[in-house]
């Protein structure tokens, strides 16, 4: 399974963006599919996780209500559309992708396939 993330760029706070993820490769065998960030000098940490087919986005408290997780398995594609955009959502954005099904937010470590990231920068 192979992931490519794209859409990162820089926005002033209050503004929105859209990431999207191109999802090849085996897509049969993926269960769950999530966007993570990582900002200088911290931990990855989850973003939303949602399964693959069917089943609802399940969100970190910090996005929820500003941030929505979209699928198309038609296309093999997930979207991460954010609003109201802060300067602590500055991160590298990554997608990530595994072959279990599984329901809320999931931690790096339960993901075996990622994408490369893409920037998001959120100017005061």
């Known amino acids: 399974v192979q992931l490519q993330a794209y859409g990162g760029g820089l926005v002033q706070a209050g503004g929105s963006l859209r990431l999207s993820c191109a999802v090849s490769g085996g897509t049969f065998q993926i269960g769950t599919v999530g966007w993570f960030r990582q900002a200088p000098g911290k931990e990855r940490e989850s973003v939303v996780s949602?399964?693959?087919?069917?089943?609802?986005?399940h969100y970190v408290d910090s996005v929820k209500g500003r941030f929505t997780i979209s699928r198309d398995n038609a296309k093999n594609a997930v979207g991460l559309q954010m609003n109201s955009l802060k300067p602590e959502d500055t991160a590298v954005y990554y997608c990530?992708?595994?072959?279990?099904?599984?329901?809320?937010?999931?931690?790096?470590?339960?993901?075996?396939?990622w994408g490369q990231g893409t920037q998001v920068t959120v100017s005061s």
């Open positions: 949602i399964p693959w087919r069917g089943g609802i986005g």
């Open positions: 990530a992708a595994d072959s279990r099904r599984r329901a809320g937010v999931q931690p790096s470590s339960a993901f075996g396939y």
